[in-house]
């Protein structure tokens, strides 16, 4: 909302420059081969609802959300699906 920052900078700052500073392969891009951790939002209807009081309300504009390959927000509802693993830097 601010612009303190382009967006193709944020979404890469959050993306393929933490996995290469973390040393996880195979993350942060998306190529052949790669985990299938995708986020699709609607940029104009992103909101962020969480509050001091209410820290775990959800944003609002993520239709679809993928981890490994598998939905875990779909239509902007939770699937109930848990996919997730814990990821450690390969030394």
């Keep these: ?9 944020a979404v890469r700052s959050m993306t393929s420059l933490s996995a290469a500073t ?3 392969e195979g993350r942060g891009t998306i190529r052949e081969g790669a985990a299938a951790d995708l986020a699709v939002f609607d940029l ?5 609802r969480a509050t001091f009081d209410e820290p775990h309300r959800m944003s609002e ?14 239509n902007g509802e939770f699937t109930g699906k848990r996919p997730g693993v814990v990821l ?3 030394p």
């Design 1 to 9: 909302d601010r612009g303190v920052i382009p967006l193709e900078d």
């Design 22 to 24: 973390f040393g996880f």
């Design 44 to 48: 104009a209807a992103l909101r962020e």
């Design 61 to 74: 504009g993520m239709w679809m959300v993928l981890v490994n390959g598998e939905a875990v927000i779909e």
């Design 88 to 90: 450690r830097p390969k």
